[in-house]
């Protein structure tokens, strides 16, 4: 992926203020408003398949409007635009500090602009989130390398099969 279509945002919580720091082959840029309401978020929780659009639209236009406050607006802007010129998603890298993890649980993945276009539904936008921690990961213990692993893969009957190789 071209690292002009990425977008990384890195989120911090101040009590009840979400500081949003976003950096891009653009440029950087940093804004803080208040935290998303979680009260929206309970009605996820119960169960979202009985949720019309017109119940979700909002609860992905509130996580899209925590992001895009102040300068990270302009930022993003011209990214998303890049991203609609070639045809090609933007990725946004939510980044969120060890003592952050609450965050990382707000669902993300329902960011919808202003006109209610759910960004990574619609393709124009791939969400990953990464928690970073002071230390790096542990290596792979060696004495457990070749201890058999119970490998599962998803084959949705209205998809076409995954090339797995079986070892």
Known sequence: MSKALELTFQLTAHGEQLEVRATAAGGESRAEGPMPSTAQFDLLVADPTLM?????????????????RGDVVKLASSVLEEGRRDKK????????????????????E?????????????????????????????????????????????????LPALAVLAE
């Open 52 to 68: 019309t659009p017109s119940q979700l639209v909002p609860i992905g236009q509130t996580l899209y409007q925590s992001l895009m």
């Open 89 to 108: 998603p933007v990725h946004f890298e939510l980044r969120f500090d060890a003592d952050q993890t609450m965050l990382a649980q707000y669902p993300w």
């Open 110 to 158: 329902m960011i919808a602009d202003d006109m209610g276009r759910f960004l990574v539904r619609d393709g124009l936008v791939d969400v990953t989130r990464y928690i970073t921690y002071p230390q790096p990961p542990p290596t792979l213990d060696a004495a457990i390398r070749n201890l058999p692993l119970l490998r599962i893969v998803s084959q949705p009957v209205t």
